[in-house]
Nanobody
């Protein structure tokens, strides 16, 4: 069983930055891929990016490539989402997730955090 605890959401002006963190715990968490997803009101859940925990291999969705960066911190057992140059369309609830393989499909992830609200004002 993997447990995910998120933090870092909030309100930021367009062009600003936020850093989301997801604390990961569990007996086999290091074997998982970690994903970030977001969901805005009235819209489907959208893939943001993923990272393979063991190798550090990352993949970002085209919509955020060049602005968002996924990383992990082995010492702190956290996976982070650094969000720069934020736009109003980035406003959403952001979720971290854990699955056995890196994927852009949310159903491939088995464990989810509670979500954290990110609001970008114009």
């Amino acid at each position: 069983q993997v447990q995910l605890v998120e933090s870092g959401g909030g309100l930021v002006q367009a062009g600003g930055s936020l850093r989301l963190s997801c604390a990961v715990s569990g007996p086999t968490f290091s074997s998982y891929a970690m994903g970030w997803f977001r969901q805005a009101p009235g819209k489907e859940r959208e893939f943001v990016g993923s990272i393979v925990w063991s190798a550090g291999t990352t993949f970002n969705a085209d919509s955020v490539k060049g602005r968002f960066t996924i990383s992990r911190d082995n010492a702190k057992n956290t996976v982070n989402l650094q969000m720069n140059s934020l736009k109003p369309e980035d406003t959403a609830v952001y979720y971290c997730a854990a699955g056995q393989r890196s994927s852009s499909w949310y159903k491939n992830y088995d464990y989810w955090g509670q979500g954290t609200q990110v609001t970008v004002s114009s």
